[in-house]
């Protein structure tokens, strides 16, 4: 099984645990092990200022003098009840009391009416002896009308005026509501009341004075004032008036239940009235009469501690929860896109359980002005900088969010709070996206800059500060990016040797072949470091093709074949013309000689402590392939010979980088035999090489597609074919050649 090289930070933590633990336990007891340290924390540092403050409160009573001064060392909430119960009755009185409009008695009314008229207009036109007619319209409404208003409206009906004005102003009054008080109704505590109505398939509500409505009390003065308004004659106003009395019934009710949830609900919208008291607040003073009013907030800070007993200690919890959950979703492979090293997950761990603590003590121990963000002052963006160098940028932004998110258990009431820190974060992990030379590390402090300044620019325009605040906050953001910058500098260089993780910034330190090992790699292993460079050229190359890392496939074969250099002389490429070392061993020998070179140079790649990545390419770079040669000479001397025995000890590559050395090693060896080499001949030879490990499983492991595998043979081609061109005849050539012939 192979063995991952450990970093001194993964080891150093799991040491703290038991080594016969699973893997994945040990990490679990991790996490819980952080959760309950930050609770710890968060509880003692939230909840011991509330424990002294309520010792102390007993020592106060009204109307006595103070012995000593009560400082508040903390901030606190109460809510005034008094003055809440006032603003909850304002509330309430503005509610006006509701009144609905049935639909369906203005419609019987009207419909009464026009019959009504409709009848009386027949009479009319019959020309019936006047006796004949009262009758009539009597049989037809009996007991609505006296004989002598019947005889009244047959002398309307025989005028010029039109009997369908009063249909026209019922249908105006019963349309605005003919309201009908309940009894015992105050008029002078309801001035104005809410009417409710229907109108083309629409509710619709109107607040109308009282003084503006039809009642069933003031129904008979209103009706006389609209008909002399229209220019009715003054003598048939009361004949007008008393046939819209006998029609016009009340169809306007009071809603007492639809009033009632209308004020429960406005009551319940009220927002009680909050006294904020700041920490540094002198609540009694020394020598001072103790007043009614600051015995009430003394009650009120014994009030606020024991509710955060209850409440705020398990909102903190339940929070602390829902950020760890959504922290390991974000983490997970199957949305972050990589899976992550145990020496990042402690990283990750630490960085942000760090930044939750610092953020805690910056709010307590420092009085900001309530319109400066505390994020102002965190390291937000050396943290999203330094996980997009050492883990992946989309690891840095969603660690950027669920880290402004955490400043809710700071400060709730600044949402500033939450902007400043995400798009800080954001900024951050842009600007170094792509640096692979630490120079560009500073030129990214000028865009993260301009990036504070922007920030702050919106907060300063949606917050509407004053221009010197916003000055202020500016000057606080270009410090914060000057100094998360100037850290990352500082501090990347150790995390990178402490995590042991393959940068761009460390990959190309380890890419200098001027160093000790590969100088003494080419002076005792010169065909070692020739064969190095061109698999590392041919490599990078490929993997650069395909989308892999082709910093991390260079330096990998750069170091794949350092444990020749103890043996060089039993490989080929170091070997002299007719002095070959292997003559004079067994091909069991020879194979397992050959064999080593791998256990060797991963023993010496970590002694050189090189990053785990380039240490799975050195211990994969053979994959579990078969010494072909040596496991046929061996043949030839025991048929019985096992493929096991003659085949390399290690697993197939389980990366890209991995497989692309693999492949690129095999092939810039094979084609060192080629005679005559063509372009067409180094293809045809190339991809049988590539499906050669295809077949023998040795690229199961890794990503690679048949899309790669055919790029890859595209790049080892063309760079073949200028390695050998002094010897390749092209077919343009060839052609020429016999054109001429």
Known sequence: MKRKAKTSLSAGIENLFSPYLPRRRRRFLLIVASFLLLYVFLFVTTQAGGLFTRARISDYEVGKVAEK?????REISFIDQEATDLKIAAR????????????????????LLRGFIEIVESTVAQRLPEETAILQIEAEYPGLFTSEQIKDILMVARSPFDLGLCEDLLRRILRFGLVRFP???????????????????????????????????????????????????????????????????????????????????ARQEVSPVVVRLEPGEPIVRKGFIVTEEEIEKIQAVGNSSARFNLQGMLGIGFFMLALYLL???????????VRLKDSQLYFILAVASIYLITAVLISQMASLPAWLPVSVFLPTALVTMLLALLVSPRIAVNIGLVLSLSLLLINRSNPFELVFAFFSGVAAAIVVLGADKRFELVRSTFYLVLAHLGIAAVIGFLARLQFGQFLSLTGFAVMNSLFCSILNIGLLPFFEHILNIPTSFRLIELSDLNTPLFRRMLTLAPGTYSHSVSVANLAESAAREIGANSLLARVGAYYHDIGKIDQPEYFVENQPDNDNKHNELKPSLSAAVIKSHVKIGIEKARDLK?????????????????????????????????????????????????????LADTIEAATRTLANPTVAKLEKFIWKQIMAKFENHQLDNCDLTFKDLEKIKRTFVQILAGHFHTRIEYPEQREGKEAVQ
Request: aromatic share 12%.
């Open 69 to 73: 001064d009560l400082i508040l060392d």
């Open 92 to 111: 309430v009185q503005l509610v006006r009391p509701i009144f609905e409009v049935e639909e369906d008695i203005t419609r019987r009314g009207l419909s």
């Open 183 to 265: 009894d015992q109704w105050n008029h002078g505590n309801e001035p104005i009341i809410d009417i409710w109505r229907w109108r083309n398939g629409n509710r619709e509500h109107e607040e109308v004075p009282q003084s503006e409505l039809y009642t069933t009390e003031n129904l008979d003065e209103r009706i006389k004032e609209d008909f002399a308004d229209l220019g009715v004659s003054a003598g048939f106003i009361p004949i007008y008036a008393g046939i819209i009395k006998v029609f016009a019934a009340a169809n306007t009710f009071y809603d007492p239940d639809q009033t009632a949830r209308n004020r429960e609900r």
């Open 327 to 337: 922290t390991f979703w974000l983490l997970s492979s199957r949305y972050a896109g």
């Open 610 to 662: 090189l990053p785990e990545e380039v240490i799975e390419i050195v211990a994969q770079h053979h994959g579990s392939g078969l010494i072909n040669y040596f496991y046929v000479e061996a043949l030839k001397t025991d048929g019985g010979t096992k493929p096991e025995d003659f085949s390399y000890n290690g697993i197939p590559p389980t990366s890209r980088e991995a497989a692309v050395v693999m």
